[in-house]
Structure formats: structure tokens, C-alpha cells
């Protein structure tokens, strides 16, 4: 893979929450992956972006979405959704659970043979070089632990959102939730109102009993949970606990500053709880941590971190951090034309939707000016780029 550096940095925003701003300006990619972070290029570099003092940070990543085999969505109806993401900066996705599979099975048999299926093919398919971590088991009675050791040793990393499949009660979750973290799977637990008809209101006494790793969209998915609940979440659990853009923005505020006041930003991951009833939303992270920073008072560096290095952390993902031999996915931000700010944090600051110029995942170019963002105002060349198309 051919070496590329990034120059003339502005602003670089780590993505990691205890360290989010690097004093640099300059970033050299070889191999797909993050060579140096400093202030100058040694040696000879074959493709060099000078980004003219925009912004640059991790590529954001998706803790919720729903998607099904292949870059559609029967949900609503919607073709190469997952490439308009990465549109919206986002590169890399995970799903939540497929349950929007036209005739999702749901006994054992069928459950196991969907997550796999899913595991598998989107771990060969990436949709305009996008990353989606998909087969999210979707938990249904008669799944026993042997079940779990199969899936997990066939890719699936991911129990799907609990509350929206057949498994509702606690005491009927808890074992297998138990066997799946025993397996090295992540649990994603739907919490707030219910969903859509047939699925239940999930509150901090079922997180508490099934110790889930991710409290779903507690600012709604899409009806907000209760101030009181997310704060017994925050201090009697240890879950991750997710905002989400398909949700209740005024509640995205409230709840990061409960997790401020608790010093626990680093429990925050953010999604889109996408696709939904709400829609099909290429800039619904972009769109969230405007609100974080806006309506919740957060630095926006902060915000970015959330959306990266927390959910790569939780996942175990060797990205979501601009650091030395992390996978070079990255974009390019900046202030929006027309906005009052000045740059991509100042534009989140005042929950405008920043520009994204282009996004890179591992080491290569995938587009140049987004086809969902406003354009930058800084003007930046990439000379061997078509705009709005790849490398
Ligand atoms: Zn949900």
C-alpha cells in the first residue's frame, strides 16, 4: 500500500478522551497504518495532502446500526446507506442486530446460521471501504452456552440489542448473557421506551440484574429514559451507556453532563441507532456530538473522542486513535461554508455539521468532499483525486 502523509494540520484531534488535542501537525501513513504523528516528513512520501489548516481526527465509528446482508435496508427501503456513512465520516459501523432481516428466523438453528452469516460477510464486504461489524446475535429462547463458543469462534462478536428479540425477561437474559461475555462477545441492552410495537420499556433495574457491556441509546431509542435511571445506570453499573442521533436530542445534553459530573466521559459511546423509524442518518454522528457539545456543554474534542477511541476501546478495535501503529482511518474536517465557526470543533461547538473534505481507511483515500456534508471553507487540493470520487 503506497505511503501518504497529511501536512499542514490545524487542529488534531487524538480520539482519546484523556489526551484529545496532539500538539502536531503532520501525520505519515504507511502500510494502512499511522507511521509518525509530529511536525515534519522524512524520507520520501509519495502522496502528500496538505490540508491548509483544517481539522484532522479519527474516523468516527458507529456504536448502533442496523443493518442486514449487503448495503440495503429493508427498514426503509434504502440502497448504499452504508457508503453514504462513510460520506458522513463515519468508518467504521457495528451492528446492533439485524432484526430488520425480511423473515428473521428465530429459533437456535436460524439465529446462529443469521449471526455468522452476517459476521462473515461483512467481514469481506466494505461498503465504499467502510468497516461494519455486523452479526449481532439477536438472543431467542433455547440458545444454550455451546451455541455462544460456536458463534464466537466463527467471528460473532456481538450479542444484538436485548429487549427487541424473544429472550425479555431478566432472569431468561442473564445466563446468556453470562456465556456470551465468557466468549469474548460484547452485550448491547436496549434501555429507555419501547421501540416499536412488541418491544418493551427496559429501565436501570434490568440493567443492573443483566449486567450488560452497553446501556443502548438512554436518551432514547427513540423515547429518552428517565434522568433518575440513567444515573443509577452511571453509578451502580459498569455499562457503557450510548447517546444516539435516532433519539431524544435535548436528552443527549443531559446525559453527558450526568457523566460529566462523574468524571465517566469515558464510559459515553455514540451512535445512530440506524436505520429506524427515524430514518437513514449519513450525518447522525457528526449531528450527535454537535449536541453533545452544544446542548451538553461538552468540548467538542471531548465529543470526538466519545465517538472513536471509547467505542474502539470497548470493542477492542485497533483504531478510533490517532497514535503510532494504529489503522490509519482518518478524516479530514472542517468548518462548514457559511457557519459562524472557524473550524470543524468550533462547528460543533455551535452544533453546525461540519464539512468532511475526505475520509482515509487504512492508508488509502475513499473520497474527496463528501456527497452528504456542506462543502469546507478552507480549500484543499488532493491532486491526484477527482472531487467526489476515490482514489
Ligand atoms: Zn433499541
Same mark, same amino acid.
Given at each position: 500500500m503506497s505511503d501518504l502523509a497529511l501536512t499542514n494540520i490545524g487542529t488534531l484531534v487524538t480520539g482519546d478522551i484523556d489526551r484529545p488535542l496532539a500538539d502536531a501537525d503532520t501525520i505519515v501513513v504507511r502500510d494502512g497504518k499511522i507511521h509518525s504523528i509530529g511536525s515534519s516528513v522524512d524520507g520520501d512520501i509519495e502522496r502528500v495532502i496538505d490540508?491548509?489548516?483544517?481539522?484532522?481526527?479519527p474516523g468516527l465509528i458507529d456504536s448502533h446500526v442496523h443493518p442486514v446482508i449487503g448495503d440495503f435496508t429493508p427498514r426503509q427501503r434504502t440502497l448504499d446507506f452504508l457508503e453514504s456513512y462513510l460520506h458522513g465520516g463515519v468508518t467504521t459501523m457495528i451492528s446492533a442486530g439485524e432484526p430488520h432481516t425480511p423473515g428473521r428466523p428465530t429459533d437456535p438453528a436460524g439465529v446462529k446460521a443469521?449471526?455468522? @452469516? /452476517?459476521?462473515?460477510?461483512? =467481514?469481506?464486504?466494505?461498503?465504499?471501504? /467502510?468497516?461494519? &461489524?455486523?452479526?449481532?446475535?439477536?438472543?431467542?429462547?433455547?440458545?444454550?452456552? /455451546?451455541?455462544?463458543?460456536?458463534?464466537?469462534? *466463527?467471528?460473532?462478536?456481538?450479542?444484538?440489542? &436485548?429487549g427487541i428479540s424473544g429472550v425479555k425477561d431478566p432472569e431468561q437474559a442473564e445466563p446468556m448473557v453470562?456465556?456470551?461475555?465468557?466468549?469474548?462477545?460484547?452485550v448491547v441492552m436496549h434501555?429507555?421506551?419501547?421501540?416499536?410495537?412488541?418491544?418493551?420499556? &427496559?429501565? #436501570?433495574?434490568?440493567?443492573?440484574?443483566?449486567?450488560? $457491556?452497553?446501556? *443502548?441509546?438512554?436518551?432514547?431509542?427513540?423515547? /429518552? @429514559?428517565?434522568?433518575?435511571?440513567?444515573?443509577?445506570?452511571? $453509578?451502580?453499573?459498569?455499562?457503557?451507556?450510548?447517546?444516539?442521533?435516532?433519539?431524544? =436530542?435535548r436528552a443527549v445534553g443531559d446525559v453527558v453532563r450526568l457523566a460529566a459530573e462523574r468524571d465517566a466521559l469515558g464510559r459515553v459511546i455514540v451512535g445512530t441507532d440506524s436505520p429506524a423509524g427515524t430514518g437513514v442518518?449519513?450525518?447522525?454522528? @457528526?449531528?450527535?456530538?454537535?449536541?453533545?457539545?452544544? @446542548?451538553g456543554g461538552m468540548a467538542p474534542e471531548l465529543a470526538v473522542a466519545c465517538a472513536t477511541g471509547n467505542t474502539a476501546k470497548l470493542h477492542g478495535l485497533d483504531r478510533g486513535v490517532i497514535a503510532e501503529g494504529k489503522e490509519a482511518d482518518l478524516i479530514i474536517a472542517d468548518a462548514?461554508?457559511?457557519?459562524?465557526?472557524?473550524?470543524?470543533l468550533g462547528a460543533l461547538a455551535i #452544533?453546525?455539521?461540519?464539512?468532511?473534505?475526505? =475520509?482515509?481507511?487504512?492508508?488509502?483515500?475513499?473520497?474527496?468532499?463528501?456527497?452528504?456534508?456542506?462543502?469546507?471553507?478552507?480549500n484543499i487540493q488532493v491532486p491526484w483525486v477527482q472531487a467526489g470520487g476515490s482514489h
Open positions: 490540508v491548509a489548516g483544517a481539522t484532522v481526527m443469521l449471526a455468522i @452469516l /452476517a459476521a462473515r460477510s461483512f =467481514a469481506k464486504f466494505r461498503p465504499g471501504g /467502510a468497516k461494519v &461489524i455486523g452479526g449481532a446475535v439477536l438472543l431467542e429462547e433455547g440458545l444454550i452456552e /455451546a451455541d455462544f463458543a460456536e458463534m464466537a469462534a *466463527a467471528g460473532v462478536r456481538i450479542v444484538g440489542e &436485548i453470562r456465556w456470551a461475555q465468557s466468549h469474548g462477545m460484547k434501555t429507555g421506551g419501547a421501540s416499536i410495537p412488541g418491544s418493551g420499556v &427496559i429501565g #436501570a433495574d434490568y440493567v443492573l440484574a443483566v449486567r450488560p $457491556d452497553v446501556a *443502548a441509546h438512554v436518551n432514547g431509542g427513540p423515547t /429518552a @429514559l428517565r434522568s433518575s435511571e440513567v444515573e443509577r445506570i452511571l $453509578d451502580e453499573s459498569e455499562a457503557m451507556i450510548e447517546v444516539v442521533h435516532n433519539g431524544n =436530542a442518518v449519513p450525518l447522525g454522528i @457528526l449531528r450527535t456530538m454537535g449536541w453533545m457539545s452544544a @446542548l462548514p461554508l457559511g457557519s459562524e465557526a472557524g473550524d470543524a #452544533a453546525d455539521t461540519p464539512a468532511v473534505f475526505a =475520509a482515509v481507511v487504512d492508508g488509502e483515500v475513499r473520497f474527496v468532499k463528501s456527497r452528504n456534508t456542506p462543502p469546507p471553507v478552507r
